[in-house]
């Protein structure tokens, strides 16, 4: 058994390493609280203004699908420049950016959309009161972890982890 010793240097590195994921992360998600209060407070918004069905899509979908983007206004502007510290401007980061989100919306309204269905669709769901927020929490969980890794390792990908 060959066992590899760390020197405290690297350690050093190592706990400087997890430290700035931590700080990252907390940054995040103070960053994605915000930007899920924008989305709620948009869908609920858009829930009641919208008719029930728009362009052929149910307005569950449609109100998501508006209130996530509103959302990831939010989540661009402050977690480009507080979380990742990037202030340069960089087509190609928006780009990923925007693809990035724009698979995270697909996740996001299909998970959404889904609980939905099961929630007010099957009978053991019917005692759980407010399904909107159940499903929107749900989603939102789901596409937050994609977001966090994809722009952690893919948008602004810094220093090595």
Same mark, same amino acid.
Request: proline content about 2%.
């Given at each position: ?6 020197t405290?240097?690297?350690w ?22 915000t930007?899920?209060?924008?989305? &709620?407070t948009? !869908?609920? =918004? *858009?829930?009641? #203004? ?15 699908a508006?209130?996530?983007l ?19 401007h960089?087509?190609v ?7 990035l989100?724009g ?15 099961? &929630?007010?669709? !099957?009978? =053991? *769901?019917e005692? #759980? ?10 989603a ?10 994809g ?10 982890f």
């Amino acid at each position: 058994m060959n066992i590899k010793w760390i020197t405290e240097s690297q350690w050093w590195l190592y706990s400087k390493t997890i430290s700035n994921l931590k700080k990252q992360l907390i940054k995040f998600v103070l960053i994605g609280l915000t930007a899920v209060m924008v989305d &709620l407070t948009c !869908y609920y =918004l *858009f829930l009641t #203004i919208f008719p029930e069905h728009i362009f052929s899509l149910t307005n569950e979908a449609f109100a998501k699908a508006l209130s996530f983007l509103c959302g990831m206004g939010v989540t661009y502007f402050f977690n480009k420049h507080w979380t990742w510290r990037q202030t340069n401007h960089s087509k190609v980061r928006a780009f990923k950016f925007a693809l990035l989100y724009g698979t995270s919306l697909i996740v996001n309204v299909t998970v959404n959309s889904t609980l939905i269905y099961v &929630l007010h669709n !099957y009978d =053991l *769901f019917e005692p #759980i009161p407010l399904k909107y927020l159940v499903a929107f929490i749900g989603a939102t969980g789901v596409s937050s972890i994609i977001n966090f890794i994809g722009q952690k390792f893919w948008v602004f990908k810094i220093g090595h982890f």
